[in-house]
Every structure is written in C-alpha cells, then in structure tokens.
C-alpha cells in the first residue's frame, strides 16, 4: 500500500511532481542559455580567421542541444530497447503498444534499423494503471504530459563491432530509460554488452523475455546469474553499479503456441494450438511506475548532461582556436606587470597593482573566448592561485613584501653601489611577478575551459542541484555516485 505521502500518491503543492516540473523548465533554461553562447560564437566569429572543419564540428554539436531542447519542450521521454538477435526485442514493444507494429521472426536480424514508435499507455488503460492496489496516474492534473518512445534497434551482434558501438552510444546518449532485453541463460557477451550500455549513465532495466519458455526461473536466480558472470570479469562491485534484483523483470511478449487436448461432446478427442496470453503487464506497470516517479528527472537530467558535455566540448575548441591570441594577450599582461612591479618603488602597491593586473588579465581571456566568469568560476581559479599553484604566486608574495621593502630601503641610496642593489632587487622582483602572472593566466585558462557549464543556470549546477534533491528509493539513486564524480561532487 502506497503511503499518503509518497511520490505516487501527493499532488499538494511542493510535492514531487511540483519538483520535476521545477527541474524540467531550470533544464530548459539552461539549454537556451548553451545554445545562445553558440549562437554568440557565430556571429562574432567574423572578426578572427575562420575555421571550417571547427565550425562545422561547433554547428553540428549547436544542431543536437537544438534537438534536445526540443525534446525537453515537448516532455519527450524515449525508452530504447537494446538486446541480441532472436531474444524478442520487437516482441517485447509489440506487447507494450498492444499491436504488431513492427516485424518479428525466427530470421535474425529482423530489424535492420532504428525505429521509433509513439507509446500511448493511457489509450491502453484509461489513462490509471494499477500496482499493489494503488492507480498510477501518469498524466495528473495540472502537469504537463509525457510524451514516450519507443526505440527498437537491431541486435547487438548482428552488426560489426565499431558500428555497433557507435549505434548503441548515439542511441543510449538519446535515451532516457535503457531496457536491456534478455532469453533464457545470460551470456558473457550480453553481460558485457550490458557494462558498456550501463557507461552512458542512464538507468537500466533487465526484460527477461520467453519466460513461458523457462517457467523456473525467478528474478532471484537470473540476479544470481549475473553475480557469477561479474565474479569472473569486472566483479561484483560493477554489478551492484549496474542494476539491483528491483530492476529485473520477466515477461512473456510472443508466447510460444501449446498444443492442448480437446474433447468434444460426443467423447471424441483432437488437438488444437493455443497461444497463451500475454504476459507484459509487469514490465509495463514498472516502466509507468518510474516514469510517475522521476520521468520528468530523467529527462531534465539527460538533457542537462548533454548541454554541459556540448558546453565543455565548446570551451575546448574555442581555447584551441584562440591559442594564438590568448598566448600573445597573456605574455602583454604579464610584461607590463613585471615591469609596473620592477618600476614602483612601494611593496603595498606592488601586491594591489599585481592583484588588479591578474584580475584584468583573467577579464580580458573571458572576453576573448566568450566564456562567462561566475562566482564558481573566480573562485575557483582564486583558490588554484592561491592553492594549487601557491609554490608560484605566494612566492610571488612573499618575495614581493620582502624585496619590496628591500627595493623601498634602497630607493634612497644615491651612490651607485645603492643604485645596482635596488636595480637587482627591481628586476628580481620583477621576474617573480611576471612569471606569477603568466601562471595565473594558464589557470584561467583551465578553469575558464572546465567552469564555462557554472553559474546560476549552468549545466552542471542544475545537475548538482537535481542530485541533492534524488529520493535514495528512486532508480536513478544508483546514478547519483558517477554523476556525481563527474561534476567534482562527493558521492
């Protein structure tokens, strides 16, 4: 039985579904902002040589968050099917649609490629379904609905293995929810068809398909079989990371025809064949069930990692475009800085002029990449300055309180002896200075590079955001550790 306060059962205010809703349109947000940083690009690119094999890298990644987008904005959630040959992939959506839309057969490689099929599960049950006694409504008042598909895709191993793979990554990137489609006992090569579809960081779940076929098998006993096949290879760590006994599910979609003994009034006997019902309803309550649960946050979190991968792929080739002039802009700031240090006579402004010369500098490499600076950002690069790259700039402190006073001691002296020690300190300060600065500017460089998805509406805020806010009861719980991970976060 449902609690009164569980995700399935509130609508008030402040519930779940508010909370997606809320998640969904921060994704939105986030994208247009990625795709107006595209957009800028383009139209100021005029001013700098062009480069066409970047460009149209740049347009064809501007293309896809477009795409993305769109489908964020139609509350588009696309479910794909991935499995071997013969194991009843086509049989398994032909069940969940109620009609034999696409091709089934003894012949393996059926389906020759991917398909999409609009999912309408409330034309099949009145728009509720029931679980445990408690209806799941997917479409409740007040939210906007859900939009599935469906995506079949050819058999893991019937195509060859660089072509595979990248049909299974470009499909599982689209993806929101991965259904893994097995038969009878699980082979090595699904398992580890299974450990690469589990990389792209979507959740899983395991159809165990033709369960008429093997009436003995129990959710319990395939799980155990999936724990001997991660013993001998990754271990069973990668197995509990992979999908727990919950997301394992048995079904029957074709039913093999049996052969019964029918006897007729009249005492004489025949045989007919009949096909056994369906039995699908369990993988459909469980797909319904996850997409009332954390539908919308599988969506805004799948669009919301692409934009920050696209915005970190944007931060990479515009660095490596202007390289040139970022090299040239970093070497003018950190000679006037060597020089404005070795010239002034006074240690307090040194730091002061030393400080406000970074802070340009780190403006100006912005302004040349048309990267944002958010508070993330600066501090980030502040804490590296002052941190990760404290054996350069605190010597540069130090050293400039230190010579600075010793350049302050000497600037009175008027014999030449007095002359050459200030020159000596000037210029040792100096260089210290300058080669300070030029290590600060490389670190705006990483952190302009690696900080561009921050900030209020960026990717990866919105990301930690969601991840903050994940019932550990959800599938996408088991996420949280790796999204984690990626964004710098603790697990």
Not at 27 to 42: D, E
Not at 361 to 376: F, K, Q, S, V
Not at 421 to 433: I, S, T
Request: proline letters at 5%.
């Amino acid at each position: 039985m449902t609690r009164p306060n569980s995700p399935l059962s509130d609508s008030r205010p402040g519930s779940r579904p508010d909370i997606q809703e809320t998640q969904v349109t921060r994704a939105r947000a986030s994208l247009r902002q990625a795709l107006n940083r595209y957009s800028a690009y383009f139209r100021l690119s005029r001013k700098y040589p062009p480069d066409p094999r970047m460009e149209d890298t740049l347009r064809l990644d501007m293309e896809r968050l477009a795409t993305t987008l769109n489908k964020l904005e139609n509350h588009t959630i696309r479910i794909a099917v991935f499995g071997l040959v013969s194991r009843g992939k086509s049989a398994v959506l032909n069940a969940l649609v109620g009609q034999k839309i696409l091709p089934t057969g003894p012949i393996n490689g059926v389906t020759l490629a991917p398909q999409v099929i609009p999912w309408l599960p409330e034309a099949q049950s009145g728009k509720t379904l029931e679980r445990n006694n408690t209806q799941i409504d997917l479409f409740s008042p007040g939210n906007t609905r859900l939009q599935i598909e469906l995506i079949d895709t050819p058999g893991l191993d019937e195509i060859d293995g660089q072509t595979r793979a990248q049909m299974a990554a470009e499909i599982a990137r689209q993806s929101d929810l991965i259904l893994f489609v097995v038969a009878g006992d699980i082979t090595r090569t699904e398992y580890q068809a299974l450990c690469d579809l589990r990389q792209s960081q979507k959740p899983l779940l395991l159809v165990f398909n033709k369960i008429d076929l093997y009436p003995e098998q129990t959710r319990h006993m395939i799980y155990q079989s999936l724990q001997r096949l991660a013993a001998k290879g990754r271990g069973t760590d990668s197995l509990q990371n992979l999908l727990s006994a919950n997301e394992i599910v048995l079904v029957a979609a074709d039913p093999t025809p049996l052969q019964v003994r029918v006897e007729q009034p009249d005492g004489r006997i025949s045989y007919e064949w009949e096909t056994p019902p369906v039995q699908i309803d369990a993988l459909k309550e469980k797909i319904l069930e996850i997409l009332k649960q954390e539908g919308k946050t599988l969506l805004a979190l799948n669009a919301l990692v692409q934009a920050r991968d696209a915005e970190t792929t944007f931060a990479s080739h515009i660095l490596a475009l202007r390289q040139p002039e970022a090299e040239a802009l970093i070497w003018k700031y950190t000679r006037y800085k060597a020089i404005a240090i070795a010239l002034n006579p006074i240690a307090f402004l040194d730091l002061i002029g030393g400080a406000l010369t970074d802070l340009a500098m780190i403006r100006a490499l912005a302004e040349l990449y048309g990267l944002p600076i958010t508070r993330h950002e600066a501090s980030k690069i502040w804490k590296t300055i002052l941190l990760s790259s404290g054996s350069l700039l605190l010597s540069e402190f130090g050293s400039g309180i230190l010579l600075g006073m010793g350049k302050s001691a000497t600037a009175g002296l008027d014999s030449s002896p007095g002359f050459s020690a200030y020159a000596g300190v000037a210029l040792l300060q100096g260089a210290v200075a300058g080669y300070g600065s030029y290590a600060v500017g490389r670190a705006a460089q990483v952190y302009l590079e690696q900080g561009c998805s921050w900030g209020p509406q960026g990717a990866s805020t919105v990301i930690q955001d969601i991840l903050n806010q994940i019932d550990s009861k959800t599938i996408i719980y088991r996420l949280r550790q790796e999204l984690s991970q990626d964004l710098g976060m603790p697990g």
